[in-house]
């Protein structure tokens, strides 16, 4: 168990609604990452937040956002969902060290999202 | 640009056997990190180690074992006398120094092991 929690673990919903993911990180984690796993695009970097500010962003969509929330918690919203969007969804937290590249992230179990 | 190629797409072995998992990386940057993830059936990514670019030496953590070489830009992973339990994916995974530590993955590989 790597301490960060993801909520809920399976999700079915149809085109064009939208849908939250939630994350909790390690206890004491400030960095909190969002990544999407499918089959054509593999393991893909979407964002990062740092103690409740933006610190990066990947091959997010504009019609996916996401935020920290001061008890560090994040949620990913998607919209507009499309059949493409359906992946498992990753969050991962890190220390927050501040020194950019080194520190290890320790991934959620993820949550499965299945758009008919 | 930051890539990893990880060239196996699948490895079948039979239990007992010792087998390597390929990592090629690609990077400009003096300072970097890889790093090894493993994806059971269950779906999660586990974290199995994390190397930095000035540290060369191999690393043995019991049946699990890893070659880092700059020279050649690889970070290969062995298993030794391997088990049903570690058939999983295995990911070899890159950050650098940049703002910010997002990692960029291989494609994975897909290690079987038949009892």
């Known amino acids: 168990?790597?301490?960060?929690?993801?909520?809920?673990?399976?999700?079915?919903?149809?085109?064009?609604?939208?849908?939250?993911l939630r994350c909790s990180p390690r206890s004491g984690d400030l960095s909190v990452y969002w990544y999407q796993q499918s089959l054509d695009q593999g393991l893909q970097f979407l964002i990062q937040y740092y103690n409740g500010e933006e610190r990066a962003k990947g091959n997010i969509l504009e019609r996916f956002s996401a935020q920290q929330f001061p008890d560090l918690h994040s949620e990913l919203n998607l919209s507009s969902l499309e059949l493409g969007d359906s992946a498992l969804y990753f969050c991962a937290s890190s220390v927050g060290s501040g020194v950019p590249g080194q520190e290890t992230q320790y991934f959620g179990p993820g949550t499965r999202l299945l758009v008919l | 640009a930051q890539k990893v190629t990880q060239a196996q797409t699948e490895i079948s072995v039979v239990e007992k056997e010792d087998v390597t998992l390929d990592c090629v990386y690609e990077t400009r940057d003096t300072t970097y990190?890889?790093?090894?993830?493993?994806?059971?059936?269950?779906?999660?990514?586990?974290?199995?180690?994390?190397?930095?670019?000035?540290?060369?030496?191999?690393?043995?953590s019991g049946r699990?074992?890893?070659?880092?070489?700059?020279?050649?830009?690889?970070?290969?992973?062995?298993?030794?006398?391997?088990?049903?339990?570690?058939?999983?994916?295995?990911?070899?995974?890159?950050?650098?120094?940049?703002?910010?530590?997002k990692l960029i993955f291989g494609t994975g590989t897909l290690l079987a092991v038949q009892p």
């Open chain 2, 33 to 60: 990190y890889l790093f090894w993830y493993k994806q059971p059936p269950s779906g999660e990514l586990v974290f199995l180690i994390r190397r930095n670019s000035f540290d060369e030496q191999n690393e043995i």
């Open chain 1, 1 to 20: 168990d790597s301490g960060v929690t993801q909520t809920p673990k399976h999700l079915i919903t149809a085109t064009g609604q939208r849908v939250t």
């Open chain 2, 64 to 101: 699990y074992s890893w070659n880092f070489q700059k020279s050649t830009s690889s970070f290969n992973f062995t298993i030794t006398a391997s088990q049903v339990v570690d058939s999983a994916v295995y990911f070899c995974a890159l950050t650098y120094g940049g703002a910010t530590n």
